[in-house]
T-cell receptor
Framework: AQSVAQPEDQVNVAEGNPLTVKCTYS??????LFWYVQYPNRGLQFLLK??????LVKGSYGFEAEFNKSQTSFHLKKPSALVSDSALYFC????????????FGAGTTVTVRA | GAVVSQHPSWVICKSGTSVKIECRSLDFQATTMFWYRQFPKQSLMLMAT?????????EQGVEKDKFLINHASLTLSTLTVTSAHPEDSSFYIC??????????????FGPGTRLTVL
């Protein structure tokens, strides 16, 4: 069965500092990995995905993520966080053989203080 | 591009009534749509997978007679909560998977519908 884990419920950083949100995954085959962001009372916004190719994936709003197969990780990063990055972040994995269903992590609340 | 809308954005209803939520892909055709439920400060729970022109596939533990899903076209799926009760109060989110093209692997999410059953 496919699954992802987000080990941190909350991440707090100061504006301008680097931001990292951790995610590890477990799949039987090749992983299809995604990051989404959710603002209060809103749906999820797609940030980036890893399907194949370069391990460093660049996405929206200055975010990037690094796929590490040996560590089964897909951490989300931003070099310089903004207050507006404060939101709930979800990592998700899809097993293509599983009818394109996404399995989500529990979510990590990011708070960027001014 | 890849915009998904939901209507209504919020709804309050009395216990025992039925509520219909629409999910539309506005600028693309969606082979598959998904319905999720989210409780406060929790992750998304997949309720069912909806394929155009066929019956929805429900996840284990989800009552298909209570949560009726219809995927009438490649741009519209509806979720009807029948005989709603207060425990059905939740945030319902749909997503759509684009048919064909290089973005087939991405699900695009709607803004969600907040349902409150009194």
């Amino acid at each position: 069965a496919q699954s992802v884990a987000q080990p941190e419920d909350q991440v707090n950083v100061a504006e301008g500092n680097p931001l990292t949100v951790k995610c590890t995954y477990s799949v039987s085959g090749n992983p299809y990995l995604f990051w989404y962001v959710q603002y209060p009372n809103r749906g999820l916004q797609f940030l980036l995905k890893y399907i194949t190719g370069d391990n460093l994936v660049k996405g929206s709003y200055g975010f990037e993520a690094e796929f590490n197969k040996s560590q089964t990780s897909f951490h989300l990063k931003k070099p310089s966080a903004l207050v507006s990055d404060s939101a709930l972040y979800f990592c998700a994995v899809r097993d293509k053989a599983n009818d394109y269903k996404l399995s989500f992590g529990a979510g990590t609340t990011v708070t960027v203080r001014a | 591009g890849a915009v998904v809308s939901q209507h209504p954005s919020w709804v309050i209803c009395k216990s025992g009534t039925s509520v219909k939520i629409e999910c539309r892909s506005l600028d693309f055709q969606a082979t598959t749509m998904f319905w999720y439920r989210q409780f406060p400060k929790q992750s998304l729970m997949l309720m069912a997978t909806s394929n155009e022109g066929s019956k929805a596939t429900y996840e284990q533990g989800v009552e298909k007679d209570k949560f009726l899903i219809n995927h009438a076209s490649l741009t519209l799926s509806t979720l009807t909560v029948t005989s709603a009760h207060p425990e059905d109060s939740s945030f319902y989110i749909c997503s759509a998977r684009m048919a064909g093209g290089s973005r087939t692997d991405t699900q695009y999410f709607g803004p969600g519908t907040r349902l409150t059953v009194l």
